[in-house]
């Protein structure tokens, strides 16, 4: 492979590169919220299980408060949470995959450099 080619073949693979490692950072960053989504609700969970029987129960829609029933709420919330949990376990998994192809990809850059560098320095 001349010396060009390679060039551009490393360039190439360099700009995949970085298209990877953003995905895997917006990856990353969804995981992120997903998680803090999840400690909300599971701790609107723990402060559904401290109220005293019968306690009034208000979600705020818009700009209103409105009243929910007591097992409506706890149930949406236990949902969401099982929701939120399964979309973590689906991320985490894009994730690792994401993760391999950065691997990968940087273990061809580094062979394309090799490459470069013993075109810049032929031995003799």
Do not use: W
Not at 55 to 68: F, G, M, P, T
Not at 92 to 98: G, L, M, R, T, Y
Not at 102 to 121: D, G, R
């Amino acid at each position: 492979m001349t010396a060009t080619a390679v060039n551009e073949k490393l360039a190439t693979c360099a700009q995949e590169y970085q298209k990877l490692q953003q995905d895997l950072s917006g990856a990353i960053d969804s995981l992120r919220t997903l998680q803090s989504q999840l400690t909300e609700n599971q701790n609107v969970q723990t402060e559904f299980d401290r109220l005293e029987e019968g306690a009034n129960i208000y979600k705020l829609e818009s700009s209103v408060l409105r009243k929910k029933d007591a097992a409506d709420a706890k149930m949406e919330v236990i949902s969401r949470i099982s929701f939120l949990k399964q979309q973590i376990e689906g991320l985490e998994k894009d994730i690792q995959a994401k993760q391999g192809k950065v691997k990968e990809k940087q273990n061809q850059l580094a062979q394309l450099q090799i490459q470069v560098q013993s075109h810049q320095h032929p031995q003799k």
